[in-house]
């Protein structure tokens, strides 16, 4: 027997939570549906990854470079395992979006302002700043570079604990779930349905799903259904159920990303407080933006771009490893398709020279900076010989010409775009009768900026529009 | 010792060895059964995949040695991991950090990064 509720939203990330919630503030009865649980705090970063990112981490694009693209599968999906910093989306990027019909920036900017709020979003305070950003900063001065800022993360309640992208083991985050779910549990007419999957779709005024948990399946009927499993899986559903006014998987961008270390004589211990802390906008290249990030001690040796005993060596000096990274705003595109069905997508992406010129253009500035900041050692991240570097007259006389993508030990935080706004929704991110997109799928091009705020910002723009609030 | 764990401990073994780091057999078995553990099916499937390629595969398609991983020389071992860390192929160097996690993580635990770091005090 089919039950019935006003909207049925799949998936609990940034774009599902909020959807749900502000349907259900708006008097709405909604069921949320998330095929993962709730996570529980612990300090081991490694348990972590297997038990709520996708596929246990071992998601990555292949193309001309191998590219981990980590997201989340559990409850507050990727925000539950990112880094909480919060940007909102750049006003050049509204402006143009305009050319979608039915959308306009200064009906979206109250919708950035209200999940800014709602995510308390502050500065990270100096004190839980990491040694590796205050030697960013430090470096930064000591160059006269200006712009060197404390990034804005979404919080209530950190100390610097340094696991942000492993569940916080303090609950600190302002995760989907904590900021837009938590306060409406137990609400009448609101339910979230954990480990439950999106079987079936049939679009029409009043759209029916099947879903699917070890309790068996749910028929409901709704007013409208709300995709929101991620950019990586909501191109799944539309492709196999044809909607969309073109096919989705296309035009994926992720914000390739990297870092850099830096071997200092003075103690760092670069695992203590926020790892994402500071950031600049390259002073002359706008799309490349600097963001501190740092790994959990049993991760430290799984990042650094050495094996064996040469593996050992930095290690052995591990506490003085400072790190600093960057992502790119790409112009480099990939795809995801689904050969063996949505658990195992295969994704592809290609990083095009100007991409690439710009990542290593990145790594021999943040190189620069941190001798700036008094490093003895630069280790960039390639994995080919001819990666460390002892002083910034060398770096900066490294002939980096040859580096190829496949060289570069990269991963990507950001995947957008494969169901984008006015190509394959429209500019109310109506994908068919009855069936809407709220995730990073629908954001049109690569943003530049940490996309969770503009994510969030789209659902509740779109719930509005499901709810009939004037725009 | 698991079916998996059994394909996996000799590149364990051999790879804290290769670096120097003494850890006892049977706490090295302990922490790698501990892992495995709490492994999904996916990454299991992919430590066996990635161990015995490792073990077995790599040595002769990277260094034309039809010798086991733990039977080469220290400097073959050596030059071996490097590749594996360099490889261009997007494949195989991805087959190879699907383990390095697992691998530096037995070796280069907390406790082994802080004992590191009071040697030098």
Redesign the interface.
């Known amino acids: 027997m089919s039950e019935k509720v006003d909207f049925v939203v799949i998936g609990s990330g940034a774009g599902g939570s909020a959807a749900a919630a502000r349907l259900c503030e708006g008097g709405a009865s909604v069921l949320l549906a998330e095929k993962g649980s709730p996570a529980s705090t612990s300090n081991d970063a ?2 972590a ?3 709520y990112y996708t ?2 981490g ?1 998601s ?1 694009a ?5 590219l ?1 693209i980590p997201t989340g599968e559990v409850l507050g999906g990727t925000t539950r395992i990112n880094s909480g910093t919060c940007l909102k989306t750049p006003k050049d990027l509204l402006r143009r979006w305009e050319a979608v019909e039915g959308f306009r920036a200064d009906g979206f900017e109250p919708h950035l302002d209200e999940a800014w709020r709602r995510l308390k979003v502050k500065p990270v305070p100096e004190e839980t700043q990491s040694r590796s950003t205050k030697l960013f900063f430090k470096g930064l001065d000591s160059l006269g570079i200006s712009g060197g800022h404390a990034l804005e993360r979404g919080e209530d309640g950190c100390v610097g604990s340094s696991r942000c992208c492993f569940i916080c083991p303090r609950d600190a985050k302002m995760s989907a779930e904590k900021a837009y779910l938590a306060p409406l549990l137990g609400k009448p007419g609101f339910e979230v349905a954990c480990e439950t999957e999106l079987v079936s779709l049939a679009p029409g005024k009043n759209p029916r799903v099947t879903l699917r948990s070890e309790s068996g399946t749910r028929e409901v009927e709704c007013k409208a259904v709300v995709l929101a499993c991620g950019t990586l899986r909501t191109p799944y559903f539309l492709r196999r159920f044809g909607l969309g006014r073109a096919p989705a998987g296309d035009a994926l961008s992720v914000h390739p990303a990297t870092k850099v270390f830096a071997l200092f004589d003075e ?1 760092v211990e670069s695992d203590k407080g926020v790892p994402q802390a500071g950031g600049l906008l390259d002073p002359d290249e706008p799309r490349i933006r600097y963001e501190g990030i740092h790994m959990p ?6 990042s650094m ?8 060596r930095w ?5 003085r490893i400072a790190t600093f990274g960057f992502m790119i705003r790409d112009e480099s595109r990939g795809s995801v398709r689904y050969p063996v069905g949505p658990r195992l997508p295969w994704l592809s992406y290609r990083l095009q020279d100007g991409d690439l010129a710009r990542m290593t253009r990145a790594m021999r500035f943040l190189g620069k900076v941190f001798f700036a900041a008094g490093a003895r050692k630069v280790v960039l991240p390639l ?3 001819g990666s460390v570097f002892e002083t910034a007259a060398q770096l900066q006389k490294a002939d980096l010409s040859d580096v ?1 993508a ?2 570069l030990q990269m991963m990507a935080f950001h995947p957008l775009g494969t169901c984008g706004m006015g190509r394959v929704v429209d500019g109310n991110l109506k994908a068919a009768d009855g069936v809407y997109v709220a995730d990073g799928s629908v954001v049109p091009e690569s943003l530049g900026v940490n996309p969770q705020i503009t994510i969030y910002a789209f659902a509740l723009r779109l719930a509005e529009h499901l709810l009939g609030v004037p725009a | 010792m698991s079916a998996v764990g059994a394909i996996v401990f000799p590149l364990a073994r051999s790879y804290a060895a ?4 003494e850890i006892a057999d049977d706490r090295l078995r302990a922490d790698l059964e501990g ?1 495995l553990a ?3 099916n ?2 299991r499937g ?1 430590f066996v995949g990635a161990a015995l390629f490792v073990r077995a595969a790599a040595p002769v398609l990277f260094l034309g040695k039809p010798l086991g991983f733990s039977a080469l020389s220290s400097d073959d ?2 030059e071996l ?2 590749r ?8 195989l ?2 087959l190879y ?2 383990i ?2 697992l691998l ?2 037995l ?4 406790e ?2 802080k004992r ?2 009071e040697a ?1 005090v």
């Open positions: 490694l348990r990854i297997g038990k596929n246990e071992l990555a292949m193309g001309n470079c191998l981990p103690k001690l049993e991760l430290a040796a799984m771009p050495f094996e064996g005993r040469e593996l050992r290690m052995d000096v591990h506490e994995n080919r010989p190829r496949a060289d | 290769h670096a120097g780091i892992r709490g492994a999904g996916l990454s992919l071992r050596e991991l490097r594996l860390q360099c490889a261009r192929s997007p494949l160097r991805g950090l699907g390095k996690p530096t993580g070796c280069y635990t907390p082994f990064l590191a770091a030098r």
